[in-house]
Structure formats: structure tokens, C-alpha cells
């Protein structure tokens, strides 16, 4: 069973978990009383994968555009992460209550304690998926069918835990679809530095996420489920450097397709030392520090978005 107070087998990882709860819970406890649960479905308590989706999608817009972008191209773009990220996180929980409420980590998740039901749960997501869909109302229509190609992804994605050991790749390519829909509205084409920038985000996103994922490891084996972790086992830290070394290689490709000054490959020091801090503070047995591994790529994010910028001076 996961650490409980009858069951201190995990300590450490229990204090940390609390501990991660009671720093996030302000955000939320600013909303009137039955709005909490809904905020915290939405995970509007937790904008670090809000950022992780936006500060990519950002740095595709200025690195395909070569140009500062609109105020409205930032506007949509941001809405859009924040809506689809709200989206999916909705999703998941809907389709994993159950699995939620077996794990020390995500049994204070709304469907998972029952502070909502699953009505209400689905009421918001289609409430998000609508004001998602307004915003297609100010994007080119080459965009507009890209972003229509990402909703069934999105949807998929919850339920391939249970076939695959690699969720992770799956959710890489969805997360940053936005990086591919802003190569598309500020160009009208994918442009090559686009989808080097993409996979250099999916590879990313593999390593951060394997990091977040070896915090459940334990529970997911209990419960049958998959993940690169359970996979790598004690292998992960071998893993994750192969990822991290392909982010590099992609975001230097993209770089270089897109013909952009050396700053864009300066920043990519401190972005690569990231990540090597990262996998030295990694280790497979140990899950306490991956939560906090995992939010620290948002420093990684804006590095990029930083030396995006600098590469269109």
C-alpha cells in the first residue's frame, strides 16, 4: 500500500507530498468555496505544466517568425496552454480516479476525495474544450486543422498507461503541439527548425517526465500500471541523459535551420548544465527529489524562450 501515517515504509516521501499540497493550496483557497475543487481539477494550483506548454510554444513563435510576435499571437497562444493543459489534466483525472485515490500523491485530487463528482467533472471539460474552441476563431485555418488533429490525442493519452510503458513519448508530441501551431500561424508552413525545435521538446519532455514519473514508480507497480520508469527501473538515469543529450542535439539543429545568431547557442550552456544538474541529483531508488527535479525544468523553458529572443536581435 502507498505511505500513509499507519504506514510510514516512505516517510520522506509522504512529508514531501503533504508539504507540496499545503505550498499550492493558497492558490486555490483564494476562489470562493465551490470553485476550489474545480481550480484544483484544472490544476490552476499548479502552473508548472501550463508553463512547460507555453514557454516552447512561445519560443517557436518568435524562432519561426523571426520576428517579435503579435500581442494577439501571444494572447491565443497563452489561453490556448493554459486551456489545453487544464483540458487534459481534467481528462486524466476523469479516466485515473480510481488509480488516484490508490496513491499517496494524487488521493486529495478532486474526483479522487470526492469533493467532485463525475458529472461536474465532465461539465468543466467541456467547458474548457468550448472556450479552447473560441480561440480557433483567431488562428489561421491551416492552424485551425492542426490544432483539431491534437484534441483526439489529448484524449488518448490517459488510457495508454495501461497498453504502454511509454505514456511519456505520447504526451511529449501532444504537449508541445503548440511549438507546430505556432510554425504554421506565423508562416503558413512547418517549417524544418519547427520540427527540430518539436522533437527537441519531445525528448525534453521524455527526460523531465520520467523524472516526475519514478515519484509513483512504486505505486504504479502495485497497481499494474506503465510508465518509462517502471520500465528503465534502475537503467533511468542512463535514459534520461540519452533524452537530455537529444534536446540538445535538436534545439542546436534548430538553430542552425533557422539561421539564428550565436546568443541562441550561448543560452544553450546554462540549458545544457540544467540539465546535467538534473541527472546528477537523479538516482532511480531515491523518489523524494523528482517533484522538485521536475519543476525545474520551468528554468530550462524560459533559457529557451531567452535565447529565442536574443536570436531575432
Not at 488533429?149 to 504502454?164: G, I, N
Not at 527548425?193 to 519532455?205: D, H, K, N, R, V
Not at 521524455?206 to 528503465?232: C, H, I, N, P, V
Request: glycine share 6%.
Amino acid at each position: 500500500m502507498p505511505a500513509s501515517p499507519n504506514n510510514p515504509s516512505q516517510p520522506p516521501r509522504a512529508t514531501a507530498d503533504l508539504n507540496d499540497i499545503r505550498a499550492h493550496d493558497w492558490v486555490s483557497a483564494r476562489l470562493p468555496g465551490p470553485w476550489q475543487a474545480y481550480a484544483r481539477l484544472m490544476r490552476l494550483d499548479r502552473p508548472i505544466g501550463t508553463w512547460l506548454t507555453l514557454l516552447p510554444a512561445l519560443a517557436s513563435l518568435l524562432l519561426s517568425a523571426g520576428r517579435v510576435p503579435q500581442a494577439t499571437e501571444v494572447l491565443v497562444f497563452s489561453l490556448g496552454a493554459l486551456l489545453m493543459r487544464s483540458a487534459g489534466c481534467s481528462i486524466n483525472d476523469i479516466f485515473d480516479r480510481r488509480f488516484d485515490a490508490q496513491v499517496n500523491r494524487t488521493r486529495e485530487r478532486p474526483l479522487a476525495n470526492g469533493s467532485l463528482s463525475l458529472g461536474q467533472a465532465l461539465t468543466c471539460l467541456v467547458v474548457q474544450l468550448l472556450l479552447a474552441a473560441v480561440l480557433l476563431l483567431f488562428l489561421q485555418p491551416l492552424t485551425v486543422l492542426l490544432a483539431l488533429c491534437c484534441v483526439p490525442l489529448t484524449l488518448l493519452y490517459p488510457l495508454l498507461k495501461r497498453f504502454t510503458h511509454w505514456p511519456q513519448a505520447f504526451l511529449g508530441a501532444v504537449f508541445n503541439w503548440g511549438v507546430l501551431m505556432a510554425s504554421v500561424e506565423t508562416t503558413g508552413r512547418l517549417q524544418p527548425s519547427a520540427l527540430a525545435l518539436w522533437l527537441g521538446c519531445l525528448f525534453w519532455q521524455l527526460g523531465y517526465d520520467t523524472l516526475y514519473a519514478y515519484s509513483d514508480r512504486a505505486d504504479d507497480l502495485k497497481m499494474g500500471l506503465r510508465s518509462t520508469a517502471t520500465l528503465f527501473a534502475d537503467r533511468g538515469k542512463a535514459w534520461i541523459g540519452g533524452f537530455y543529450a537529444m534536446t540538445l542535439l535538436c534545439w542546436c539543429t534548430a538553430g542552425v535551420l533557422a539561421g539564428v545568431n550565436p546568443g541562441y547557442f550561448i543560452l544553450l550552456l546554462p540549458v545544457a548544465l540544467s540539465l546535467a544538474y538534473q541527472l546528477d541529483q537523479f538516482h532511480p531508488d531515491n523518489p523524494e527529489p523528482c517533484n522538485n527535479l521536475f519543476r525545474s525544468n520551468c528554468h530550462v523553458g524560459v533559457l529557451l524562450l531567452v535565447g529565442t529572443s536574443v536570436s531575432i536581435v
